[in-house]
């Protein structure tokens, strides 16, 4: 369990003095829920307020502390026009302008003939020269309480600077004195300070220099990051490299299954089930990575991968992401799973009641060989009589946790996961350290290369045209549009708008699925277009994940720009699976940034995941690569692997020590590294140290 010296870091938000509901959902909004949150939420900048200039010596356009006195209120002069207080110091004359301000409230902080100390930004308005809501009012006896240094946080509406500033001192100022965890050569060579001043500097930027990301406090916390994280991936492995049985299956099922495929398996889905094959038999459990590009065809190695658990009496589970993508597997196996005569089950989110203990029995009692569903198939009370080989899809949506959930449901499970997330090589150690690699590098054969075109939305009436000659031609077309968290409303009503506009063109023809409808009415409209009812499907991402239609060979991204190209990408592999050629249209608002037009065209110019996700991270940075956004699973909340990729190594090299010399995390370095792994909350690590 958590240990009780972190305890307030892990208190909402709202224990904090002066954090009401209000500012509390507000600062939800930046994924700031509990006061450790703020403690990783880095300043991007700073206010330097140490200028005390005359008014006369300011410079416009910079932030200075002014010292003056207050001659006269100026009401204004109509509604909507600014509040004015004329102030002065002997050099000369300085405005400070309220929009919307309370006269009574005016009147108290800056009276007729008082003097004051203000700090904030001097601007020139024809030749007067003004301060627009400075920052700080005060008296000269409290001059002192203004901030020489003020950092600047990301912030969202409605939440100023001033506040969060505070808010974060607020949470600062719980710190506790946590153990060191760290090796102390490692901390004298890189001159690293301790824990809680390495967080205090990290809020206590005094230099633009102190927002490097390369200052020792934040590098320390980096790699208490990525110690965390190497640790809680040589744990996972560790465990599942305990003995097992071993899987042994004689063939007969996928034998049986093989040949009911429409088509042959290619080399390299040859190869990736051999090595498969090879972890299965070995008496140590399998922990492997398929990493595939989309459309390589993982779905069918997985399936002919759990048959072996099936031939030596046992069972297998196959878990995705997602509703549709589990429905979509167990629509697909389905044939293949009668072809092999064995039992295939689909438990999910949405079975409930009757039919969800009918599964649930079936499992526990072994009349299911093979069940697919969501994280559903994890839950407290699903019990599997013999579980031999999990597999996870969409790997990348996931964490480690899941991999450590899945693989506690039977007795030394094999796991495979899967991801289509094109994952550069330097970056599989910092997420995958864990795990062996298999690639499926080679497409079936016959696919035809989608043609990709970037188009600028200025042309959206011949891109709805070109639409409506695919639709004539009884193919079907997907329409992406981007929806992310920070601005779902505006989104949603840009894809609703969209839908509503390609309706009225094709009636009846084009259906709209997107992440907050009904999980049914979501289905239903997949159905209608996978069954060609709809032959237009207007989506939000969550048709990104995994979603095969063959019939499918017109994919438009709206707003291109906006996406991630591992997700473009992903969204690309959607077409072109068919026996037709695909077509891409990136469809963006002009014009384009350098960056923007280099990564469009890349996806223009090149159909290799691979090469995309190398480019990706060049051009943008591992942080976005691997962003909430496009993984769903934030990797780091303080390292960069931009920046940090030094330490990884490093890290990777200290937990292997930590573990040989002391496996249980018993001595004194090691219960410190149990804090750290509950910090960093890795908690499902810390767990299975006290399993031991
Ligand atoms: P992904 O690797 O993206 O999960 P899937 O497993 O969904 O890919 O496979 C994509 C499509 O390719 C499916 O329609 C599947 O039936 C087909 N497929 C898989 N293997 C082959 C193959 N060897 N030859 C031809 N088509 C294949
Ligand atoms: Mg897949």
Redesign the pocket.
């Given at each position: 369990m958590r240990p009780e010296l972190l305890f307030p870091l892990f208190a909402e938000v709202t224990a904090l003095t002066g954090v009401g509901p209000q500012v509390g959902r507000l600062l939800g909004k930046l994924g700031l829920r509990r006061v450790v949150d703020l403690l990783w939420h880095r300043p991007i900048g700073l206010i330097d307020r140490r200028a005390r200039p005359t008014v006369a010596a300011a410079r416009h356009g910079e932030i200075a502390t002014i010292a003056v006195r207050v001659d006269e209120h100026l009401k204004p002069r109509a509604p909507g026009r600014p509040y004015r207080i004329v102030c002065s110091d002997p050099s000369g004359t300085l405005v400070l302008v309220f929009f919307h301000a309370r006269e009574d409230y005016l009147l108290r902080t800056l009276p007729i003939g008082s003097d004051r100390v203000v700090s904030g930004k001097v601007e020139l308005y024809g030749d007067e020269v003004q301060m627009t809501h400075p920052d700080h009012i005060v008296p000269p006896e409290r001059a002192d309480s203004i901030p020489p240094v003020e950092p600047v946080y990301p912030l969202t509406a409605g939440l100023s600077p001033k506040l969060m500033a505070k808010i974060t001192a607020a949470a600062i100022g719980r710190l506790p004195d946590l153990p060191e965890w760290n090796d102390t050569a490692l901390l004298a060579r890189e001159r690293w300070p301790a824990w809680k001043p390495a967080v205090t500097a990290l809020h206590a930027p005094v230099a633009a220099a102190d927002i490097d990301p390369g200052t020792p406090a934040r590098r320390r916390l980096a790699y208490d990051e990525l110690l965390a994280s190497q640790l809680a991936l040589l744990l996972v492995r560790g465990r599942a490299q305990r003995r097992g049985h071993p899987v042994e299956g004689d063939g007969r099922l996928r034998r049986r299954a093989i040949a009911a495929l429409p088509?042959?398996?290619?080399e390299a889905?040859n190869r990736t089930l051999a090595e498969i094959d090879a972890d299965l038999r070995a008496p140590r459990r399998m922990s492997r990575l398929l990493q595939?590009?989309?459309?390589?065809?993982?779905?069918?190695v997985a399936f002919l991968a759990m048959l072996a658990a099936v031939e030596c009496g046992r069972q297998a589970a196959l878990m995705a992401p997602t509703e549709i993508l589990a429905r979509q597997h167990f629509a697909?196996l389905s044939p293949l799973a009668e072809a092999a005569g064995i039992r295939l089950a689909l438990l999910t989110g949405r079975d409930k009641g009757k039919a969800r203990e009918r599964i649930i029995s079936d499992l526990a009692e072994g009349r299911i060989d093979i069940v697919v569903g969501t994280h559903a198939l994890v839950q407290a009370d699903v019990v599997y009589r013999a579980l031999a080989v999990a597999v996870v899809?969409e790997q990348h949506r996931f964490g480690v946790e899941q991999r450590v959930e899945i693989a506690g449901k039977g007795q030394s499970v094999d796991l495979l996961a899967?991801t289509?997330t094109p994952i550069p090589r330097t970056l599989t150690l910092a997420l995958y350290g864990d795990m062996d690699v298999s690639r499926?590098d080679e497409k079936?054969?016959?696919r035809k290369p989608v043609d990709t075109r970037l188009v600028s939305l200025e042309r959206l009436e011949e891109v709805i045209a070109a639409i409506g000659r695919t639709l004539e031609h009884g193919n079907r077309a997907y329409w992406v549009c981007p929806l992310v968290e920070e601005s779902e409303k505006v989104d949603l009503a840009a894809v609703e708008e969209r839908h509503r506009v390609l309706a009225e063109r094709f009636p009846g023809r084009a259906a709209l699925v997107h992440g907050s409808m009904k999980a049914a009415a979501r289905d239903s409209a997949m159905r209608g277009f996978a069954g060609g009812e709809t032959p237009l499907l207007v989506a939000t991402t969550v048709i990104e994940v995994?979603v095969?239609v063959?019939a499918a060979t017109v994919m438009v991204v709206e707003q291109a720009e906006r996406f991630g190209l591992a997700q473009l990408h992903q969204l690309r592999?959607r077409i072109g699976?068919g026996a037709q050629p695909g077509t891409c249209l990136l469809l963006y608002r002009g014009p384009l940034g350098e960056t923007a037009k280099a990564r469009l065209t890349l996806m223009r110019e090149t159909d290799d995941g691979f090469r995309i996700a190398e480019e990706d991270l060049r051009l943008r940075g591992a942080g976005d690569l691997l962003g909430t956004r496009q993984s769903g699973v934030p990797p780091f909340r303080i390292a960069s692997l931009d920046t940090d990729s030094d330490l990884l190594a490093i890290a990777r090299d200290d937990a292997r020590l930590v573990l040989e010399r002391d496996g249980g995390l018993e001595g004194p370095r090691g219960a410190a590294l149990r804090v750290l792994l509950h910090l960093f909350e890795r908690d499902t690590a810390a767990r299975l140290f006290q399993r031991g």
């Amino acid at each position: 369990m958590r240990p009780e010296l972190l305890f307030p870091l892990f208190a909402e938000v709202t224990a904090l003095t002066g954090v009401g509901p209000q500012v509390g959902r507000l600062l939800g909004k930046l994924g700031l829920r509990r006061v450790v949150d703020l403690l990783w939420h880095r300043p991007i900048g700073l206010i330097d307020r140490r200028a005390r200039p005359t008014v006369a010596a300011a410079r416009h356009g910079e932030i200075a502390t002014i010292a003056v006195r207050v001659d006269e209120h100026l009401k204004p002069r109509a509604p909507g026009r600014p509040y004015r207080i004329v102030c002065s110091d002997p050099s000369g004359t300085l405005v400070l302008v309220f929009f919307h301000a309370r006269e009574d409230y005016l009147l108290r902080t800056l009276p007729i003939g008082s003097d004051r100390v203000v700090s904030g930004k001097v601007e020139l308005y024809g030749d007067e020269v003004q301060m627009t809501h400075p920052d700080h009012i005060v008296p000269p006896e409290r001059a002192d309480s203004i901030p020489p240094v003020e950092p600047v946080y990301p912030l969202t509406a409605g939440l100023s600077p001033k506040l969060m500033a505070k808010i974060t001192a607020a949470a600062i100022g719980r710190l506790p004195d946590l153990p060191e965890w760290n090796d102390t050569a490692l901390l004298a060579r890189e001159r690293w300070p301790a824990w809680k001043p390495a967080v205090t500097a990290l809020h206590a930027p005094v230099a633009a220099a102190d927002i490097d990301p390369g200052t020792p406090a934040r590098r320390r916390l980096a790699y208490d990051e990525l110690l965390a994280s190497q640790l809680a991936l040589l744990l996972v492995r560790g465990r599942a490299q305990r003995r097992g049985h071993p899987v042994e299956g004689d063939g007969r099922l996928r034998r049986r299954a093989i040949a009911a495929l429409p088509y042959q398996l290619t080399e390299a889905q040859n190869r990736t089930l051999a090595e498969i094959d090879a972890d299965l038999r070995a008496p140590r459990r399998m922990s492997r990575l398929l990493q595939g590009d989309v459309g390589s065809g993982k779905t069918v190695v997985a399936f002919l991968a759990m048959l072996a658990a099936v031939e030596c009496g046992r069972q297998a589970a196959l878990m995705a992401p997602t509703e549709i993508l589990a429905r979509q597997h167990f629509a697909t196996l389905s044939p293949l799973a009668e072809a092999a005569g064995i039992r295939l089950a689909l438990l999910t989110g949405r079975d409930k009641g009757k039919a969800r203990e009918r599964i649930i029995s079936d499992l526990a009692e072994g009349r299911i060989d093979i069940v697919v569903g969501t994280h559903a198939l994890v839950q407290a009370d699903v019990v599997y009589r013999a579980l031999a080989v999990a597999v996870v899809d969409e790997q990348h949506r996931f964490g480690v946790e899941q991999r450590v959930e899945i693989a506690g449901k039977g007795q030394s499970v094999d796991l495979l996961a899967m991801t289509a997330t094109p994952i550069p090589r330097t970056l599989t150690l910092a997420l995958y350290g864990d795990m062996d690699v298999s690639r499926l590098d080679e497409k079936p054969a016959g696919r035809k290369p989608v043609d990709t075109r970037l188009v600028s939305l200025e042309r959206l009436e011949e891109v709805i045209a070109a639409i409506g000659r695919t639709l004539e031609h009884g193919n079907r077309a997907y329409w992406v549009c981007p929806l992310v968290e920070e601005s779902e409303k505006v989104d949603l009503a840009a894809v609703e708008e969209r839908h509503r506009v390609l309706a009225e063109r094709f009636p009846g023809r084009a259906a709209l699925v997107h992440g907050s409808m009904k999980a049914a009415a979501r289905d239903s409209a997949m159905r209608g277009f996978a069954g060609g009812e709809t032959p237009l499907l207007v989506a939000t991402t969550v048709i990104e994940v995994g979603v095969d239609v063959p019939a499918a060979t017109v994919m438009v991204v709206e707003q291109a720009e906006r996406f991630g190209l591992a997700q473009l990408h992903q969204l690309r592999g959607r077409i072109g699976r068919g026996a037709q050629p695909g077509t891409c249209l990136l469809l963006y608002r002009g014009p384009l940034g350098e960056t923007a037009k280099a990564r469009l065209t890349l996806m223009r110019e090149t159909d290799d995941g691979f090469r995309i996700a190398e480019e990706d991270l060049r051009l943008r940075g591992a942080g976005d690569l691997l962003g909430t956004r496009q993984s769903g699973v934030p990797p780091f909340r303080i390292a960069s692997l931009d920046t940090d990729s030094d330490l990884l190594a490093i890290a990777r090299d200290d937990a292997r020590l930590v573990l040989e010399r002391d496996g249980g995390l018993e001595g004194p370095r090691g219960a410190a590294l149990r804090v750290l792994l509950h910090l960093f909350e890795r908690d499902t690590a810390a767990r299975l140290f006290q399993r031991g």
